[in-house]
């Protein structure tokens, strides 16, 4: 099936620096979403993108739609402790799918 | 108002019980979905409602039996599960099943004895 490489897999960073996660894949999307799960709970929605190119921040969180429709990326500035979590990226497939395609997620570790 | 509910929020169940887990929203989402998500991993579409009508069965074993009674209510019957069907199940829903953005509810933790 269908796949998006997400990295990286993990990252242990201190309080106050920035983040950077990404996600690619072979196929080309028409949306791309990054969610947020804390253990034990649903994805929550960060960000949504629909357009090649498009910019979109969410607070201290940035995230980009690649210009060839086959990658993002999702930025986060200065971290603070609640930032920790998995980041999954998720797509879909350009042609109209009812299907989204999960990347593996980005476990972020955020040290005070 | 972007919320999708389930209940229950923990289930533990045997392996001959019968048992439901329900998902509800109200933002007029014509597209309803399970996901299956194990530890560590990425959730893993079971199945697709669109327009209350099953679209996408991801080959999931017989013992799930999804139903979607109407636009903004989906049920996940259980039966005979197995100790490996233990994972955190999720209901999302978007505006149909091809656009939109997908919001998740806070899932169900089933454990399977």
């Known amino acids: 099936g269908q796949q998006l490489n997400q990295s990286p897999q993990s990252m242990f960073i201190q309080e106050g620096e920035d983040v950077s996660m990404n996600c690619t894949s072979s196929?080309?999307?028409?949306?791309w979403l990054w969610y947020k799960q804390d253990p034990g709970e649903g994805p929550v929605l960060l960000i949504a993108?629909?357009?090649?190119?498009e910019l979109t921040s969410n607070g201290r969180l940035t995230a980009q739609f690649g210009i060839t429709r086959k990658d993002s990326f999702l930025n986060i500035s200065a971290s603070i402790p609640s930032d920790v979590g998995i980041y999954f990226c998720?797509?879909?497939?350009?042609?109209?799918?009812?299907?989204?395609?999960f990347g593996k997620g980005t476990k972020l570790t955020v040290n005070p | 108002d972007t919320e999708v509910t389930q209940t229950p929020k923990h289930l533990v169940m045997g392996m001959t019980n019968k048992k439901s887990l329900k998902c509800e929203q109200h933002?007029?989402?014509?597209?309803m979905y399970w996901y299956k998500q194990k530890a560590k991993k990425p959730p893993e579409l079971m199945f697709v409602?669109?327009?209350?009508?099953?679209?996408i069965n991801e080959s999931v074993p017989s013992r799930f039996s999804p139903e979607c009674p109407n636009s903004s209510l989906l049920n996940l019957h259980l039966h005979a599960l197995q100790p490996e069907d233990s994972a955190l199940y999720l209901c999302?829903?978007?505006?149909?099943?091809?656009?939109?953005?997908?919001?998740f509810g806070p899932g169900t933790r089933l454990t399977v004895l």
């Open positions: 993108l629909y357009k090649a190119g």
């Open positions: 998720a797509g879909r497939l350009q042609g109209g799918s009812e299907k989204l395609v």
């Open positions: 999302a829903s978007s505006f149909t099943g091809t656009s939109g953005v997908a919001y």
């Open positions: 196929s080309i999307f028409n949306t």
């Open positions: 409602y669109s327009y209350e009508k099953l679209s």
């Open positions: 933002m007029g989402h014509r597209a």
